[in-house]
């Protein structure tokens, strides 16, 4: 009888164990979340959410992805050597989908792009990498610069710049099957996004797409016409998650309305041509004034001249005690820094973690450890002491004395003033009345004094500084006249815009092209084929608050959206996030882009092809025009 008790004790323990080693595994998932305040957590949560535990090999993030150590393909054609060809420098990243059973084996995919043969590509396709659905990395090739065989028949030019990713997805004829089966294989999905990152970080390719000059991360369907894969929605997730939002903004303060809180993992846009500019902009786009700005800027140049990596010892020898551009102490702030850039998804020696993370011991809410506590009570009050000077010498002062603890006040005090003489006239918010702004959401908003917004978000140039010129009306550069070569397709006082190329037009912000209210919100969108889309969206928005209440009353009508953020009735401002630009099935399978008309006369709807207002081609121009 003991001996049975006992075993029975024996078996409840080890229940016991498994289940407080799984509570305390959660509990790890989520203890740097809560040390940066981050308390209302939700495992839901897209950016953040809990990842299935990746297969044998497979990388659990998109930071263990190392492109030095990717298993190597043996090909048995070879006497067991990777492929070989002529070496290339990639300038463009292309993601295709395999679309058939190829199993996890290299050697399917290899076989079959190698019978993939015509007149132009007698020895078959290839590419350098294959990720298979366990989210293994395979690298085909001898180096990751070795050329690709693509199909781009259209265009072969396009083998010479561009680094091939093939990705395994289910056999099916259904197109929608396929890319559902990408996207929710979220294993594989953050091995190709890892991928992609390093491929971007390695060889410098930026996110935004210049199809002329091959740069820029591609689906295959948008450098070859003919082709649709790996899907318009795969693709449009791909480019949010390499573009990102800060996290010091979205992520590291805790929602006062208890709303779930998602980590973004993506680098945050920074503007300027010298780290330094990188800094001062980045406290100009936080609201800070041009002389608050240049405080911790001229501090950074004193610390670090402004470089991530820049290490030094406690004293004049010694082992590395501080760390960054604003030279973190090892034993203190710079661990703390390590674990909000694992929270985040990053690495600790990016900028733009950095500048996030000397944002968040600024104005972040800690949660309860005393550490942070007491450690972040001087921080706050460096930030509020910046936000109340004037002048560069008090904004030097004030960083020394509360943030860095710093000597040497008169130096920093020198080099304050330089940056913001070299930069002061350029680098702020614009003009009086001008508001034009960059940053991780991925492009840049333009207000008028007049309180008129341009209503499609500017793209961001290889600087991360808006670029109008990649701005476009009816295929046209702006400004662009009225006519059957105009603004818009069929020549009428209407406008499409898109960015450069169209399918980079996908998910941009629209927005109020002035204050006033959403005055209708409708979904019932049909394509040409008269069929309902589902998820497409138009909405009718009326402009008030005008500074001559005389232009109060004209009706807008924004056409081939998708998730609105607005809802009928909502008082809007200039400028403020109404939706997103759609996918091609909300523009009847055309082109990706913003449709925008107003209705004359004033007061009459928009929309409708016999009634637009041709002041709206003057008024768009205008605003163009008046753009930095």
């Known amino acids: 009888m003991r001996r049975l008790v006992s075993l029975v004790l024996v078996l409840?323990?080890?229940?016991?164990?498994?289940?407080?080693?799984?509570?305390?595994?959660?509990?790890?998932?989520?203890?740097?979340?809560?040390?940066?305040?981050?308390?209302?957590?939700?495992?839901?949560?897209?950016?953040?959410?809990?990842?299935?535990?990746?297969?044998?090999?497979?990388?659990?993030?998109?930071?263990?992805?190392?492109?030095?150590?990717?298993?190597?393909?043996?090909?048995?054609?070879?006497?067991?050597?990777?492929?070989?060809?002529?070496?290339?420098?990639?300038?463009?990243?292309?993601?295709?989908?395999?679309?058939?059973?190829?199993?996890?084996?290299?050697n399917d995919i290899v076989a079959t792009l190698r019978s993939r043969t015509d007149e132009n590509y007698p020895n078959g396709r290839q590419v350098q990498l294959f990720v298979n659905d366990e989210g293994t990395v395979y690298q085909l090739t001898e180096s990751?610069?070795?050329?690709?065989?693509?199909?781009?028949?259209?265009?072969?030019?396009?083998?010479?710049?561009?680094?091939?990713?093939?990705?395994?997805?289910?056999?099916?004829?259904?197109?929608?099957?396929?890319?559902?089966?990408?996207?929710?294989?979220?294993?594989?999905?953050?091995?190709?996004?890892?991928?992609?990152?390093?491929?971007?970080?390695?060889?410098?390719?930026?996110?935004?797409?210049n199809a002329a000059e091959k740069k820029g991360v591609f689906g295959h369907y948008e450098a070859n016409a003919g082709n649709s894969d790996?899907?318009?929605?795969?693709?449009?997730?791909?480019?949010?998650?390499?573009?990102?939002?800060?996290?010091?903004?979205?992520s590291a303060q805790t929602p006062s309305n208890g709303e779930c809180v998602c980590i973004g993992g993506g680098a945050t846009a920074l503007r300027g041509d010298s780290n330094i500019e990188k800094i001062f902009n980045y406290f100009i786009d936080k609201g800070l004034t041009p002389e608050q700005a240049a405080g911790p800027a001229g501090n950074a140049v004193v610390e670090s001249q402004g470089d991530p990596n820049a290490l030094a010892p406690a004293g004049t020898a010694g082992p590395v005690s501080y760390h960054g551009i604003f030279q973190w102490d090892a034993t203190d702030r710079f661990p703390r820094l390590e674990s909000f850039a694992r929270a985040t998804g990053r690495e600790s020696s990016d900028l733009g973690l950095q500048l996030d993370y000397a944002w968040y011991e600024l104005k972040g809410e800690p949660d309860t450890p005393a550490a942070d506590q007491a450690a972040k009570a001087s921080h706050d009050n460096a930030y509020n002491a910046l936000i109340a000077v004037t002048t560069v010498d008090d904004a030097a002062d004030a960083w020394t004395e509360i943030f860095e603890v710093g000597a040497g006040a008169a130096k920093r005090r020198v080099e304050a003033q330089r940056v913001y003489d070299e930069f002061a006239g350029g680098g702020g918010g614009g003009g009086a009345g001008v508001t034009t702004s960059g940053g991780g959401c991925g492009g840049g908003t333009f207000i008028n004094t007049d309180g008129y917004a341009f209503p499609l978000e500017i793209p961001l140039g290889d600087d991360g500084q808006p670029d109008k010129t990649q701005l476009l009306g009816a295929g046209a550069q702006l400004p662009c006249m009225g006519g059957a070569t105009g603004c818009h397709h069929d020549g009428s006082a209407a406008f499409d815009l898109t960015h450069t190329p169209a399918s980079a037009t996908l998910g941009k912000k629209v927005l109020a092209i002035h204050s006033g209210r959403i005055h209708r919100l409708t979904d019932n969108y049909k394509d040409e084929n008269?069929?309902?889309?589902?998820?497409?969206?138009?909405?009718?928005?009326?402009?008030?608050?005008?500074?001559?209440?005389?232009?109060?009353?004209?009706?807008?009508?924004?056409?081939?959206?998708?998730?609105?953020?607005?809802?009928?009735?909502?008082?809007?401002?200039?400028?403020?996030?109404?939706?997103?630009?759609?996918?091609?099935?909300?523009?009847?399978?055309?082109?990706?882009?913003?449709?925008?008309?107003?209705?004359?006369?004033?007061?009459?709807?928009?929309?409708?092809?016999?009634?637009?207002?041709?002041?709206?081609?003057?008024?768009?121009?205008?605003?163009?025009?008046?753009?930095?």
């Not at 561009?162 to 594989?188: C, P, R, W, Y």
């Not at 009353?553 to 939706?579: D, F, I, M």
Request: aromatic fraction near 6%; charged fraction near 20%.
């Open 12 to 106: 409840a323990m080890l229940v016991l164990s498994s289940n407080i080693n799984q509570l305390f595994a959660f509990s790890e998932k989520q203890n740097l979340l809560h040390n940066f305040g981050i308390t209302h957590y939700d495992p839901e949560c897209a950016a953040v959410g809990d990842v299935p535990e990746p297969a044998v090999g497979a990388p659990a993030s998109p930071g263990d992805i190392d492109l030095d150590s990717l298993q190597k393909y043996a090909d048995p054609e070879n006497n067991g050597q990777a492929l070989g060809g002529p070496t290339i420098t990639p300038t463009a990243i292309m993601l295709h989908w395999t679309a058939g059973a190829y199993a996890n084996d290299p």
């Open 144 to 209: 990751l610069e070795t050329k690709p065989v693509q199909t781009m028949d259209d265009d072969p030019s396009w083998n010479n710049k561009t680094i091939g990713i093939e990705i395994e997805s289910v056999s099916s004829e259904d197109i929608n099957e396929n890319e559902t089966a990408l996207l929710e294989n979220s294993t594989q999905y953050q091995a190709v996004l890892g991928l992609v990152k390093k491929l971007m970080e390695r060889y410098d390719i930026p996110a935004e797409q």
């Open 230 to 250: 790996p899907g318009e929605n795969f693709m449009a997730k791909i480019r949010t998650d390499i573009s990102g939002a800060s996290p010091a903004e979205e």
């Open 530 to 628: 008269n069929v309902e889309q589902p998820g497409c969206f138009s909405i009718m928005f009326e402009q008030t608050g005008s500074q001559n209440p005389e232009d109060d009353g004209w009706k807008y009508w924004y056409g081939h959206l998708r998730n609105p953020t607005v809802s009928e009735g909502q008082e809007v401002e200039a400028g403020e996030v109404l939706a997103e630009v759609g996918e091609l099935r909300c523009a009847k399978n055309t082109i990706e882009h913003l449709h925008i008309d107003r209705g004359s006369p004033k007061g009459t709807a928009g929309g409708s092809d016999s009634a637009r207002d041709a002041g709206l081609i003057d008024l768009i121009n205008s605003l163009y025009e008046e753009m930095p």
